[in-house]
């Protein structure tokens, strides 16, 4: 119970005091019994000078030869007798034995008990704590807390019982489910059928644009505990590969995007972004796909960009010597399904997920947005696959065996070609003919009326039937403003719709009165073409009804809705 409270009655009232000062002495070395070789100890000063902070609440014993104890209880004085043994472990890893992590590890004076460093590492992480709001002993916990962190990763992947060191990215966590030679696949039992996407690695490249590293004020305090061992790069090689990389400024063939136009953005005091650069992005790129591929010839990576990264990707590689791909390894180029969408309409087919064989059904981002939906989505895809079966089935059934020969050599064709020609996926996209337009249609028969046998059609009839097609669409423009100006129009709204009204009705008229000379005399009576009455009949207000005394409308909604029979491209 070394770090227990206890309080002493000093007549009036109970006070706070500290079990050192009763005489509490902790031994280290022989389960608890003082060293045999210890006559009188010598105590060092720590050269960081620490000091004793005189709280009132604080109970803290102002004697040098106390070592200052931090723990989830507080701060303990305690008086802590190290084992003089000529086999005796050094002071820091007796301190280790005691559960006791030392602040330094020459002449420790402040310790740190596991407890508080593991506590302090869950309230970082599930509360976003900083050590400067912790507690007061910022630069020990700072400096502890990332060696408790190292530690930890060492247990965790498997070192505490290995004598080699780490090698770079051995302290990364792993997804699960891609192949890695020797630890969830041996390559040895390989089968020549299986496919060839079933030993793929997938990476997604990605920078987060807010992430970023200020310049240390003391550079030569700055110590890298897991230099490139992590997700992070060996600094001193990376800065070399920058020293030589540039970035090239290709003009790009697609839309903008903010990978791009940021990627060269000002980096005034900072030591490194999130907004990654072509040159960076190629060096971890290299690194990730060189980290246990031995034997993997095949690999997938996404990135918002890759319709442009990818393009010279290869040739970069082969001018740089600090990047190297896995030889004979073949990179599929993707592009998330959030972000192809916002790519020209070629890119989808080119780069999406969903048209590379064994991409699966990923979104092609870092940590799958879609995971926490996975149990819904499962019971939806059960379903869904017999539906697709179903409707795979049927386009099988109706279609002739030369065209389903034909499919198949083309989606053969295209998925082999993809990496070298991107185009040959064109083949899985909408093939849409477009149509002439009004303008066109109307120059071919101007341009035509004069090759047609007299009698048959007149000169000047595609212009006729031109503005034909245009007063329909200032009927339906008519149409559309009368129903904006809902059930109280003005009196000025009312003069401009009856004199457009008026207007047009000339312009049909003359229209029709020229439809003779074109149609012949069979033409019918005009009576059946005057909708314009009806229409006028829709939009006339009943100046009595919107008077002030009654200025609502009749409820008929009806009333714009006259339909526009004024169809002369069909006679």
């Given at each position: 119970?070394?770090?227990?409270?206890?309080?002493?009655?000093?007549?009036?009232?109970?006070?706070?005091?500290?079990?050192?000062?009763?005489?509490?002495?902790?031994?280290?070395?022989?389960?608890?019994?003082?060293?045999?070789e210890v006559t009188e100890e010598s105590y060092d000063t720590d050269d960081e000078g620490d000091?004793?902070?005189?709280?009132?609440?604080?109970?803290?014993?102002?004697?040098?030869?106390?070592?200052?104890?931090?723990?989830?209880?507080?701060?303990?004085?305690?008086?802590?007798?190290?084992?003089?043994?000529?086999?005796?472990?050094?002071?820091?890893?007796?301190?280790?034995?005691?559960?006791?992590?030392?602040?330094?590890?020459?002449?420790?004076?402040?310790?740190?008990?596991?407890?508080?460093?593991?506590?302090?590492?869950?309230?970082?992480?599930?509360?976003?704590t900083s050590a400067m709001n912790y507690y007061s002993k910022l630069r020990e916990l700072m400096?502890?807390?990332?060696?408790?962190?190292?530690?930890?990763?060492?247990?965790?992947?498997?070192?505490?019982?290995?004598?080699?060191?780490?090698?770079?990215?051995?302290?990364?966590?792993?997804?699960?489910?891609?192949?890695?030679?020797?630890?969830?696949?041996?390559?040895?039992?390989?089968?020549?059928?299986?496919?060839?996407?079933?030993?793929?690695?997938?990476?997604?490249?990605?920078?987060?644009?807010?992430?970023?590293?200020?310049?240390?004020?003391?550079?030569?305090?700055?110590?890298?505990?897991?230099?490139?061992?992590?997700?992070?790069?060996?600094?001193?090689?990376?800065?070399?590969?920058?020293?030589?990389?540039?970035?090239v400024v290709n003009r790009s063939d697609c839309n903008n995007h903010r990978a791009v136009n940021?990627?060269?953005?000002?980096?005034?005091?900072?030591?490194?972004?999130?907004?990654?650069?072509?040159?960076?992005?190629?060096?971890?790129?290299?690194?990730?796909?060189?980290?246990?591929?031995?034997?993997?010839?095949?690999?997938?990576?996404?990135?918002?960009?890759?319709?442009?990264?990818?393009?010279?990707?290869?040739?970069?590689?082969?001018?740089?010597?600090?990047?190297?791909?896995?030889?004979?390894?073949?990179?599929?180029?993707?592009?998330?399904?959030?972000?192809?969408?916002?790519?020209?309409?070629?890119?989808?087919?080119?780069?999406?997920?969903?048209?590379?064989?064994?991409?699966?059904?990923?979104?092609?981002?870092?940590?799958?947005?879609?995971?926490?939906?996975?149990?819904?989505?499962?019971?939806?895809?059960?379903?869904?696959?017999?539906?697709?079966?179903?409707?795979?089935?049927?386009?099988?059934?109706?279609?002739?065996?030369?065209?389903?020969?034909?499919?198949?050599?083309?989606?053969?064709?295209?998925?082999?070609?993809?990496?070298?020609?991107?185009?040959?996926?064109?083949?899985?996209?909408?093939?849409?003919?477009?149509?002439?337009?009004?303008?066109?249609?109307?120059?071919?028969?101007?341009?035509?009326?004069?090759?047609?046998?007299?009698?048959?059609?007149?000169?000047?009839?595609?212009?006729?039937?031109?503005?034909?097609?245009?007063?329909?669409?200032?009927?339906?423009?008519?149409?559309?403003?009368?129903?904006?100006?809902?059930?109280?129009?003005?009196?000025?709204?009312?003069?401009?719709?009856?004199?457009?009204?008026?207007?047009?009705?000339?312009?049909?008229?003359?229209?029709?009165?020229?439809?003779?000379?074109?149609?012949?005399?069979?033409?019918?009576?005009?009576?059946?073409?005057?909708?314009?009455?009806?229409?006028?009949?829709?939009?006339?207000?009943?100046?009595?009804?919107?008077?002030?005394?009654?200025?609502?409308?009749?409820?008929?909604?009806?009333?714009?809705?006259?339909?526009?029979?004024?169809?002369?491209?069909?006679?």
């Open positions: 119970m070394p770090f227990h409270w206890i309080s002493q009655w000093t007549g009036g009232f109970f006070e706070d005091t500290s079990l050192t000062k009763i005489g509490l002495e902790i031994h280290l070395g022989h389960q608890g019994k003082p060293c045999p000091y004793f902070t005189e709280d009132p609440w604080v109970p803290l014993v102002n004697d040098p030869r106390t070592t200052m104890v931090v723990d989830t209880s507080g701060l303990h004085s305690l008086m802590i007798r190290f084992c003089r043994c000529t086999n005796a472990l050094s002071p820091d890893m007796q301190l280790f034995k005691m559960g006791l992590f030392p602040a330094s590890f020459t002449l420790p004076k402040t310790a740190f008990t596991f407890a508080v460093l593991d506590n302090f590492l869950l309230d970082h992480l599930e509360c976003g400096r502890v807390g990332r060696q408790w962190r190292q530690l930890k990763q060492l247990k965790w992947h498997g070192f505490s019982h290995e004598k080699r060191q780490p090698k770079a990215g051995e302290l990364a966590l792993f997804c699960p489910a891609c192949p890695q030679p020797g630890v969830n696949v041996n390559l040895a039992e390989k089968n020549a059928a299986d496919p060839a996407w079933l030993y793929s690695r997938s990476l997604v490249m990605d920078g987060n644009f807010k992430a970023e590293h200020m310049f240390p004020a003391n550079l030569t305090d700055e110590v890298a505990l897991t230099d490139g061992l992590g997700f992070m790069v060996g600094d001193a090689q990376y800065k070399m590969h920058l020293a030589k990389a540039k970035d940021q990627a060269n953005a000002s980096r005034h005091k900072l030591e490194a972004m999130g907004i990654g650069g072509q040159m960076n992005m190629d060096y971890t790129l290299c690194q990730a796909l060189g980290y246990n591929t031995n034997g993997i010839d095949r690999a997938l990576t996404f990135y918002d960009i890759n319709c442009q990264y990818h393009k010279h990707l290869q040739q970069r590689v082969d001018e740089s010597p600090y990047l190297d791909l896995p030889w004979g390894m073949e990179v599929t180029p993707g592009i998330g399904l959030w972000h192809v969408h916002g790519h020209q309409d070629k890119c989808y087919v080119w780069y999406a997920s969903n048209f590379i064989t064994g991409a699966a059904r990923i979104d092609g981002k870092i940590m799958e947005t879609t995971g926490k939906f996975l149990c819904r989505k499962f019971k939806e895809a059960v379903q869904g696959v017999q539906n697709s079966q179903y409707a795979f089935d049927r386009l099988i059934e109706t279609t002739d065996d030369d065209t389903l020969v034909k499919w198949e050599a083309e989606a053969a064709a295209a998925q082999d070609d993809r990496l070298n020609n991107p185009s040959a996926m064109d083949i899985y996209e909408v093939q849409l003919t477009k149509e002439p337009t009004r303008k066109q249609q109307e120059l071919h028969l101007l341009n035509h009326q004069g090759r047609w046998p007299v009698g048959e059609i007149h000169r000047g009839a595609a212009m006729w039937l031109a503005s034909g097609i245009t007063l329909e669409e200032v009927q339906v423009a008519l149409l559309i403003d009368v129903k904006k100006l809902g059930k109280r129009p003005t009196d000025v709204q009312k003069l401009a719709v009856a004199r457009r009204h008026d207007r047009l009705q000339g312009q049909i008229d003359e229209f029709v009165r020229v439809a003779v000379t074109f149609l012949g005399d069979q033409l019918d009576d005009y009576d059946e073409l005057d909708l314009m009455t009806v229409m006028l009949d829709a939009v006339e207000l009943d100046y009595a009804g919107s008077s002030d005394d009654d200025p609502d409308w009749p409820d008929d909604e009806d009333r714009y809705d006259a339909p526009v029979k004024f169809t002369p491209e069909t006679w």
